[in-house]
């Protein structure tokens, strides 16, 4: 009791002595934490005492990344990953939270199978988020889906796992008038579908069944037609989108465009880009089939120089487990696309910090406050300061570890990063407030401790545009018809 007869304040834990990083500046501060949120930053002596004390000198303490571009794979194929294997990977990369997308099995494509997935996604270590899909046959269901409390939706414009057809343009249309008015964002996978297949369907009858083939089967061109299509629907519609993994140095022109229109759209890259080229393909074989493809090394140069001018705005990592039988399959056609890559992307990114190609401020906007802001988590998640939740990876920026596929958390043990040696590891993870990862250890008994972000995402109201000529305001749509029983 103090001398006003109230209990004095004790923080349950200090994060002492380590190196507090925001996109702007990294400062020398101690974190107190209480419950779920984060309560003080600042000296030492500034502190609440507090029951316990994590020490932290020589270390960074980063707000935990948000990684809105995963695939863990429940319901359906879980024999690739689940929800506890997936966000043990996530806890282990010091990612924090997770959007979770929507080609599982079924389709996360109605408030039916929304509302299965969250049950599903309640074993969850990190925080999460789900996507809902917009496709050609289920626009009828987007008002369920975002009612239900979808945090984003995803949109397919080419073909990649799961076989899910690509939308035509006026269905896209149609969907992004209804999901504008919400302000959800909508992300889209922007590579144009009838180009590609065509391309494919003749390389592979005239026998071109080699790794590269995967390349001239979805050349560049592809991207900038379905980033510039998307783009003028969302300048038409008001809705705001993201473009999911920016793989070429041709769709940045149409993306800055957008941009400069003052169209709402943000644009992530993923490591495989930044790291690989048409070089690794021999090497890698049919393991670095994924869609986009891996480009050329200008392509990569390119996207660097974006990250760096904020044409592209953050890092995902497009997680997408596939079994190591499943990548090793040839013809190239048959691989599984992608491969994980939620517990190795703070590691290389980190890495290249350390070579000087990033600062450790632009890494922290790029991973965790750009992502925040642009799904509606920000001010709560993606940064560290006083009631925030505490969602903190804790960075040793000095330690290397040597990726070994074998020792990936996620159920799938296959990297195209088996063997690199990085320098920069998160040591422990918290989701707010608790230790998921402990000393470079899952901290098994978190499963569970995950929750939607639907509570705490709040989007800015949109700017809506021609509202008054969407067709569900011209020509109301009729109640699904009803098969005669
Ligand atoms: O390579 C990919 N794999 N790209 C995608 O867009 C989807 C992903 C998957 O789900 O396997
Ligand atoms: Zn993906």
Redesign the pocket.
């Known amino acids: 009791m103090n001398a006003m007869g109230a209990a004095p304040f004790v923080a349950d834990l200090v994060i002492s002595g380590g190196t507090v990083v925001s996109g702007e500046a990294s400062i020398a501060a101690d974190v107190a934490i209480a419950g779920e949120h984060i309560v003080a930053v600042g000296r030492p002596e500034a502190m609440p005492p507090a029951r316990e004390r994590l020490e932290a000198r020589g270390l960074l303490v980063l707000p935990g990344a948000i990684d809105v571009h995963v ?1 863990f794979r429940e319901p359906g194929y879980t024999h690739k990953e689940d929800w506890a294997t997936g966000s043990a990977a996530a806890a282990m990369g010091g990612v924090t939270t997770v959007f979770e ?1 929507p ?1 599982t099995n079924p389709p996360t494509r109605s408030a039916a199978e929304l509302a299965e997935k969250r049950a599903l996604a309640a074993k969850s270590s990190v925080d999460f988020g789900l996507y809902g899909l917009l496709a050609e046959d289920n626009l009828d269901e987007l008002e369920g889906l975002i009612a239900a409390g979808a945090n984003a939706f995803k949109c397919f414009m080419g073909n ?3 076989d899910l057809p690509a939308p035509s343009t006026g269905a896209m249309l149609e969907g992004f008038e209804i999901i504008a008015r919400t302000g959800l964002r909508i992300s889209l ?1 922007a590579e144009e579908a009838t180009i590609m297949a065509r391309r494919q369907a003749r390389l592979a009858a005239a026998g071109r069944n080699d790794p590269l083939d995967h390349l001239l089967a979805r050349p560049a061109v592809v991207a900038v037609e379905a980033v510039g299509r998307a783009a003028t629907l969302a300048e038409w519609t008001g809705a705001r989108i993201h473009i999911l ?1 920016i793989s070429s140095a041709a769709e940045l022109r149409p993306l800055a465009e957008a941009k400069a229109r003052g169209v709402d759209v943000t644009g992530e890259t993923c490591p495989c880009y930044l790291l690989l080229s048409r070089e690794d393909y021999g090497r890698l074989g049919p393991l670095i089939r ?2 986009p493809p891996v480009r050329e090394a200008y392509d990569r140069d390119a996207l660097w120089h974006a990250l760096r001018s904020g044409v592209i705005d953050m890092i995902a990592t ?1 997680h ?1 487990p ?1 079994t190591p039988e499943e990548k090793a399959r040839l013809p190239i056609w048959r691989a ?3 491969f994980p890559g939620v517990e190795t992307q703070m590691p290389l990114m980190l890495t290249e910090v350390a070579r000087g190609r990033l600062t450790i401020e632009q890494y922290v906007r790029l991973a965790a406050e750009a992502p925040a802001k642009a799904f509606g988590l920000w001010p709560t998640k993606g940064r560290i300061a006083p009631g925030a939740h505490a969602d903190i990876a804790i960075v040793d920026p000095k330690r290397t570890e040597t990726i070994r596929a074998a020792d990936l958390h996620s159920r799938a043990k296959v990297t195209p990063f088996d063997g690199v040696t990085v320098t920069g590891v998160p040591v422990h993870t918290l989701v707010r407030g608790r230790l998921v990862q402990r000393d470079r250890r899952f901290v098994s008994d978190s499963s569970g401790w995950g929750r939607p972000v639907t509570e705490i995402q709040r989007m800015p109201t949109p700017v809506l545009r021609n509202a008054d000529l969407a067709i569900d305001r011209l020509a109301p749509r009729l109640p699904l018809a009803r098969s005669a029983a």
Request: proline content about 0%.
């Open positions: 695939h997308m080609n990649t796992f799961g996978h993994h994924v869609n497009d997408a596939h599984d696309c992608g």
